[in-house]
């Protein structure tokens, strides 16, 4: 509550809090008073995200350990719907999967990665993606700045290349992205004709396969201007998204 209101004093007027569901033992009253806290903040802007247990990280070794008990979906599930129907009476709109906003406030900086666009990398250690055209079509560049800070700073001086790793993106893996990225986006989805703007092929016929699938199992749902998640595919967005990384076509 301080943070917030000493955020507000100093002049933000567009305020996010980002809260995380689904830990181990967290029990569904505790997870709903914290969301009762965060809406009495009234923040502009939220963002929910549940645990997701990485390899590699201590919480990883202490799950397999059995030191701590390892996150369970369905509790996870239940306080995703939970603060779906809190947060659209408190009237937030729920415009990406783990986020949500007032009218006006959608974050324009995360919608540019959700939309696959392109941003440009400033900074150590900073990533970036450029689209150009090739003589091949459309090409996507995706990279990254020396990371460590002298160097970096050496680097400029010096007029040598920043950049420490610059990869071309196969048109099928651009693609794919697309599809996972815009799905996450609820109300907007994927548009049919931005993809062929970007990509120069209608998704209905790239991915025609997994879409018929997902929408078989009511997934998702395909109209004549996007593809979108449905109720229950919101529900099982990883399932959906990585049907589009896979290379259907070999």
């Known amino acids: 509550g301080a943070a917030v209101q000493a955020a507000r004093s100093a002049g933000f007027t567009a305020l996010n809090l980002d809260l995380m569901f689904g830990l181990p ?3 569904t009253e505790r997870w709903r008073a914290s969301l009762d806290a965060a809406v009495a903040l009234e923040p502009d802007h939220l963002s929910l995200y549940s645990l997701i247990v990485e390899p590699g990280t201590p919480l990883h070794q202490w799950v397999h350990e059995g030191t701590v ?3 369970d979906d369905d509790l996870a599930a239940e306080h995703f719907e939970h603060a779906r129907a809190v947060l659209k009476r408190e009237g937030f709109t729920h415009y990406e999967v783990s986020n ?3 009218a006006g406030e959608a974050s324009r900086h995360n919608l540019t990665y959700w939309r696959n666009g392109d941003w440009l990398a400033c900074g150590p250690g900073a990533h970036g993606q450029m689209r150009s055209a090739g003589p ?6 995706r990279y990254a700045n020396h990371r460590p800070v002298p160097g970096y700073i050496r680097r400029m001086r010096e007029g040598h290349e920043i950049a420490e790793r610059d990869e071309l993106v196969a048109p099928r893996t651009a693609m794919g992205e697309s599809m996972m ?3 996450r986006l609820i109300l907007e989805g994927v548009p049919l004709d931005r993809f062929v703007r970007r990509h120069g092929v209608d998704p209905r016929v790239v991915f025609a396969e997994p879409l018929a699938l997902l929408a ?3 997934l998702l749902r395909v109209d004549t201007e996007r593809v979108l998640l449905s109720e229950r595919g919101l529900l099982m967005g990883n399932r959906v998204f990585e049907h589009f990384m896979e ?3 070999a």
Request: charge should be negative.
């Open 25 to 27: 033992e967290q029990p």
């Open 69 to 71: 008990v390892a996150p």
């Open 100 to 102: 949500w906003a007032r």
């Open 136 to 141: 091949e079509g459309v090409v996507l560049r």
């Open 181 to 183: 990225l815009g799905l």
């Open 216 to 218: 078989d199992w009511g």
């Open 247 to 249: 290379d259907t076509s």
